[in-house]
């Protein structure tokens, strides 16, 4: 189909002290039932939404992180961590949610959704979309 | 004079915890809320001048906010963890708050 875009959806708000992220999930997971070429990218205090083990209750908030697992399903699953973001605030991928998709391709193997980047990698990616929508 | 000051914004995003530090007298209290817990994380871009800042002043962290954000088990020594009650005795055990919004 000729008219799939690639679609960029960029990450940098931390979750939960703002509403941006949940927000953005909410968006992406619509956009993502319009069959385009999805893209997430997260940077700067964004790489927070990911981190393992959110327990909200004490907050009085809905602990939206579960979500993330669920976008595989809806076939988005290239979702891109910046490395230079994640080192400056004492992460590893280790920290992170272990987010997976099944490729249909080869039979339905679980593959990792998300991919650590360096500044300039992310840089080249960001340059090649379509559409960037940031939050 | 005792006061209390509390941060609520990302020292990634915001310049609101390094104001309060430079603009804090030693013996005060410094209370992370919010997006502000992340200050409170061991190896992280803003650790130092949260452990140069423990030298004269006391920072207490919200629990709750930290739970929220799963990273409980990266708070650095020092720093003392509060629950809302906890974070109503701080306000009372003070003369007045400053909120660093």
């Known amino acids: ?4 875009k690639k679609f960029l959806y960029v990450n940098r708000r931390a979750p939960y002290g703002t509403i941006y992220a949940w927000e953005t999930l909410e968006v992406v997971l619509i956009g993502a039932a319009f069959d385009q070429d999805v893209t997430l990218v ?25 979500t993330y697992a669920a976008l595989g399903d809806y076939d988005v699953n290239k979702i891109y961590v910046e490395k230079e973001s994640l080192e400056a605030r004492g992460l590893t991928i280790d920290d992170l ?6 490729d249909e391709d080869e039979d339905w193997a679980e593959k990792d959704s998300i991919k650590v980047v360096t500044a300039s990698e992310l840089a080249e990616i960001m340059s090649q979309q379509d559409i960037v929508l940031s939050f | 004079m005792t ?23 030693d013996g005060s209290s410094i209370l992370l809320i919010e997006d502000a817990i992340y200050a409170a994380l061991e190896g992280t871009a803003a650790s130092d001048s949260i452990k140069d800042a423990m030298k004269t002043k006391k920072v207490y962290a919200l629990q709750d906010d930290i739970n929220a954000r799963g990273v409980k088990d990266k708070v650095m020594d020092g720093v003392e963890q509060v629950d809302y009650a906890g974070f109503v005795t701080l306000v009372t055990e003070h003369d007045t708050v400053q909120s660093w919004v």
């Open chain 1, 1 to 4: 189909m000729s008219d799939v």
């Open chain 1, 42 to 66: 997260f940077v700067d205090d964004g790489v927070f939404q990911l981190t393992k083990g959110h327990d909200t209750a004490g907050i009085g908030m809905k602990n939206f992180s579960p």
């Open chain 1, 97 to 102: 949610q272990h987010l997976v998709w099944e």
């Open chain 2, 3 to 25: 006061m209390l000051h509390t941060v609520n914004k990302s020292p990634f995003e915001k310049d609101s915890l390094n104001s309060c530090l430079r603009l804090s007298e």
